[in-house]
């Protein structure tokens, strides 16, 4: 048996279906969003909020009247400056929630010395590094992890292991 659109929301309109027409209003209104690219849902999950984009043209994230959360616009999470999207993508690509988010941070950002083990994070300049934990002190590459081939940490294409790949 086919029925139309109208005959559905009448047979639903019924008192006692009222929490079955409720979900359907609020599925129907979560497909239209994902369909156009200028709304984003609040990233509370508990929350119905939407957020259109155009208003908050100036802000990447938007703080819901509803619940207070604030959103990031461009990846539709919780607010998550200064990090970008895709480190927040790539945090939660790889990790659940068990473990420590200091643990997590290092583990994904950073690499060991190669002499002490101990974490260093690259976060700009050349491929030169310098481990300072407990004077440790050793100079190596970055790329490569090498302390033979420092003549190259300023340039990775002068790196032999860089050109062998």
């Known amino acids: ?6 005959q559905f929301l009448t047979l639903l309109s019924d008192p006692q279906h009222v929490q079955i027409l409720n979900r359907y209003w609020k599925n129907l209104t979560k497909s239209y969003a994902a ?9 509370n999950k508990k929350c119905d909020y939407m957020f259109a984009i155009n208003s908050y043209s100036q802000s ?3 703080k819901c009247i509803d619940c207070s959360t604030e959103t990031c616009l461009m990846c539709n999470k919780e607010r998550h400056n200064p990090c ?3 480190i927040v993508s790539r945090w939660s690509e790889n990790w659940s929630g068990d473990e420590d988010q ?8 950073t690499k060991p010395c190669p ?7 690259k976060n700009g300049g050349c491929l030169y590094m310098k481990c300072t934990y407990n004077k440790c002190m050793y100079e ?7 302390g033979e081939c420092l003549n190259h940490a300023f340039d990775k294409r002068q790196c032999t292991k860089f050109n062998k790949t």
């Open 1 to 6: 048996m086919k029925i139309g659109h109208s």
């Open 35 to 43: 369909d156009d690219k200028s709304l984003r849902w609040c990233s």
């Open 60 to 62: 990447t994230f938007a």
């Open 84 to 86: 970008s999207c895709f």
């Open 102 to 109: 200091s643990d997590k941070w290092i583990k994904l950002f």
């Open 115 to 121: 002499k002490c083990k101990t974490p260093i994070e």
């Open 140 to 146: 190596f590459c970055y790329y490569c992890m090498s």
